[in-house]
């Protein structure tokens, strides 16, 4: 394996954007990129990155703006900075133009979980004329805590009156988050949602380039709740390429994906916009992180792998 270090300014000018490509030692097939979720980075997908690459496919992976390596070099955690939410999303473009100029016949698939599906969708619907397949994990969608009016309300005033860079004392956060653990019978702390795995959300807390507790600028918690809605919006379906192969993953037990229900809403909304080629599962009994849940990442690997491999002809 060979590892490519590549650092870019972000769309939003004020953070050098931390990012990997990982080359295999076989012969190349296909470019897997990696966009990772909120409040974590792109190195706690190395298992899912080992794969790919014994499967043949170079990996591009990032740390998003306010997070991982990114943050660290910026000092700003938990921001994506001005108009973040199409920072993020042209940020991926930049990592895809690079790595499409490294191997320039491979196509080109993205891997979104949670964050990352957002980001995956909007860059689909933005940049797919170069993108052979899609795939998306922890599905973002039917979050009822991010549809609170009157949460959205106090946010927005919040930012007219001027306070966008303040952070937030855990209010929104909250808010957007509630009621992600009600449907667990044994709750021993509030990230429980991320695995079943007791040790998989042990590591989410304690990994210090995750940082998953650093306050969030109110302004990212706009932008955050800005891309979703438009994700997530029916108008915004048909602006997917129709002829796009796409594979939407998660588990039951997802509250991000609304307990599975939001994963196959949104096929159900690619399916109604014309797409045709789709694949979905959800795993019953598995959380958020289904590719990194220690009893069935293979499986969601494999899956992945066969979802890529099916694109190859």
């Not at 190349?28 to 409040?39: K, N, S, Y």
């Not at 499409?100 to 957002?118: I, N, Q």
């Not at 209010?171 to 990230?191: C, E, I, K, L, Q």
């Amino acid at each position: 394996m060979a590892i490519r270090e590549v650092d870019f300014l972000s769309h939003n000018g004020r953070d050098q954007i931390q990012g990997w490509i990982y080359e295999p030692v076989r012969p190349t097939r296909a470019i897997v990129q990696i966009v990772h979720g909120l409040g974590e980075h792109s190195r706690r997908y190395l298992h899912m990155i080992t794969r790919f690459l014994d499967a043949g496919f170079v990996v591009a992976a990032d740390d998003h703006a306010g997070h991982g390596r990114t943050a660290v070099v910026s000092g700003v955690w938990g921001d994506t900075g001005p108009d973040g939410a199409t920072a993020v999303v042209e940020d991926e473009a930049t990592l895809a133009d690079l790595v499409r100029e490294l191997h320039p016949d491979l196509p080109w698939t993205v891997f979104g979980h949670s964050w990352g599906s957002m980001i995956g969708r909007a860059l689909a619907a933005t940049h797919g004329e170069n993108l052979r397949a899609l795939a998306l994990c922890g599905v973002a969608s039917q979050i009822h805590g991010m549809e609170n009016e009157a949460t959205r309300a106090s946010l927005s005033a919040r930012i007219a009156a001027g306070e966008g860079e303040a952070r937030d004392d855990g209010t929104f956060v909250g808010a957007m988050f509630d009621g992600f653990t009600s449907r667990y019978d044994h709750v021993n702390g509030p990230t429980d949602w991320i695995a079943v795995d007791p040790d998989v959300v042990r590591d989410h807390s304690n990994d210090p380039f995750n940082n998953f507790t650093a306050p969030m600028s109110l302004r990212f918690i706009q932008d955050f709740l800005g891309l979703y809605d438009q994700v997530t919006a029916h108008e915004f379906y048909p602006g997917v390429p129709t002829e796009l192969p796409i594979l939407l993953i998660s588990g039951d037990g997802d509250p991000v994906a609304n307990f599975g229900e939001g994963t196959y809403h949104v096929a159900n909304q690619l399916a109604l916009s014309g797409h045709r080629d789709l694949r979905t599962r959800v795993w019953p009994g598995y959380r958020h992180e289904i590719h990194n849940d220690p009893a069935i990442r293979d499986e969601v690997e494999d899956e992945i792998v066969a979802f890529v491999e099916k694109q190859l002809g």
